[in-house]
């Protein structure tokens, strides 16, 4: 993935974040669907609709899939994972709707945790949702930095953990926080929590 699209996913993930007034984590991925106005089904609820789209075996290939039918982006995922994965589904597939990865009448491919080999788009998508549930300057704020904090704060599985983790490593020895104006608003969002979560350690 190339440095502009990083800064697309990004900036994209900070702008959610403002835009939903979000403020708090674990944040809720679903009130973020609402805003959206996303549609949003488990395959379990969502099965007359998968079928409707003639997409039964998507539900056998992957987590979770975005169709944009008539403007509407439908989400669906998989509800027999953990909670944090299904968040994890679903933040990516925003990025998919949010980064216009998916057109009208179109699907999404593949749904999992990073990996490398992974599409552009793929890539995007999972930078997207690691930065919306899991803010770097928060985390940072709070001092979070091993996996086990991350996993735990963020409601994001051990292994979205690990990733955040190490890249919080290279955030820090760089000391780039807060360097852009939309990671500061975040970060103003966020205050009251963070201080609430310090002031009671």
């Given at each position: 993935?190339?440095?502009?699209?990083?800064?697309?996913?990004?900036?994209?993930?900070?702008?959610?974040?403002?835009?939903?007034?979000?403020?708090?984590?674990?944040?809720?991925?679903?009130?973020?669907?609402?805003?959206?106005?996303?549609?949003?089904?488990?395959?379990?609820?969502?099965?007359?609709?998968?079928?409707?789209?003639?997409?039964?075996?998507?539900?056998?290939?992957t987590?979770?899939?975005?169709?944009?039918?008539?403007?509407?982006?439908?989400?669906?995922?998989?509800?027999?994972?953990?909670?944090?994965?299904?968040?994890?589904?679903?933040?990516?597939?925003i990025?998919?709707?949010?980064?216009?990865h998916?057109?009208?009448g179109?699907?999404?491919?593949?749904?999992?945790?990073?990996?490398?080999?992974?599409?552009?788009?793929?890539?995007?998508?999972?930078?997207?949702?690691?930065r919306?549930?899991?803010?770097?300057?928060?985390?940072?704020?709070?001092?979070?930095?091993?996996?086990?904090?991350?996993?735990?704060?963020?409601?994001?599985?051990?292994?979205?953990?690990e990733?955040?983790a190490?890249?919080?490593?290279?955030l820090?020895?760089?000391?780039?926080?807060?360097?852009?104006?939309?990671?500061?608003?975040?970060?103003?969002?966020?205050?009251?929590?963070?201080?609430?979560?310090?002031?009671?350690?």
């Amino acid at each position: 993935m190339s440095y502009k699209d990083y800064q697309t996913a990004r900036n994209a993930a900070w702008q959610i974040l403002i835009d939903c007034h979000v403020d708090r984590l674990p944040m809720d991925i679903r009130a973020i669907c609402r805003h959206l106005g996303c549609k949003l089904y488990s395959y379990d609820t969502g099965w007359k609709l998968i079928a409707a789209f003639r997409l039964q075996e998507q539900t056998e290939k992957t987590d979770g899939f975005t169709v944009l039918y008539r403007d509407v982006p439908y989400i669906f995922y998989s509800s027999s994972v953990p909670e944090s994965r299904q968040r994890f589904t679903i933040a990516h597939e925003i990025g998919h709707i949010v980064l216009r990865h998916v057109g009208e009448g179109k699907y999404t491919i593949m749904n999992r945790e990073p990996a490398p080999g992974d599409s552009a788009d793929e890539t995007q998508a999972n930078q997207f949702a690691v930065r919306i549930l899991a803010p770097a300057c928060v985390l940072n704020a709070l001092g979070a930095v091993d996996a086990g904090q991350i996993s735990a704060l963020c409601g994001i599985s051990r292994q979205a953990a690990e990733f955040r983790a190490e890249r919080m490593k290279q955030l820090r020895t760089r000391g780039k926080f807060l360097s852009h104006p939309l990671e500061r608003e975040v970060m103003r969002q966020f205050e009251p929590f963070v201080r609430s979560r310090l002031g009671s350690l």
